[in-house]
């Protein structure tokens, strides 16, 4: 028994030298865990700040891309609109083309039974006109006197 109480002693004797020897290494352990997460953590935040500066430089392109957008739909709303007024103002000019040229048909053939008849003075009253309207109204006039 005594042998047994000696080899326990001898075992609690060993075991506390082997406790304060891994007491030491599990404090530098432990120290050594600290530092590293204080670094981990360090290098979280460090990620976390440039995550957050990278989400508001997402958020500022999406606005800048949703402006650009919208000015492109405003341009080409505006395009259209532009391309149905100018297909307008072309058929419009096309008549107007075929109006004149109608007009001067007209004109010409007045000129001509005006130079028949061999009377310039109503010819000269027609020309003289400064406005447009009063030209024509006249041209109608001279055309009833041609036919009556």
């Known amino acids: 028994m005594q042998r047994v109480v000696a080899a326990v002693l001898l075992a609690l004797a060993f075991a506390t030298g082997l406790h ?6 599990a404090e530098r352990k432990l120290q050594k865990a600290r530092g590293e997460l204080k670094s981990v953590a360090a290098e979280r935040r460090k990620l976390e700040g440039q995550r957050g500066d990278a989400n508001r430089q997402l958020r500022q392109a999406d606005e800048q891309v949703g402006g650009v957008q919208r000015k492109l739909r405003d341009a080409e709303t505006t395009l259209q609109r532009d391309s149905k007024t100018l297909a307008g103002l072309q058929v419009q000019r096309k008549q107007s083309g075929a109006d004149l040229d109608a007009k001067r048909q007209e004109l010409t053939r007045l000129l001509r039974a005006a130079q028949v008849a061999g009377s310039d003075a109503p010819l000269k009253a027609m020309l003289a006109q400064d406005r447009v309207a009063q030209a024509e109204r006249m ?3 001279q055309g009833y006197l041609q036919r009556g």
């Open 20 to 25: 304060a020897q891994d007491s030491g290494d």
């Open 139 to 141: 041209l109608t006039y």
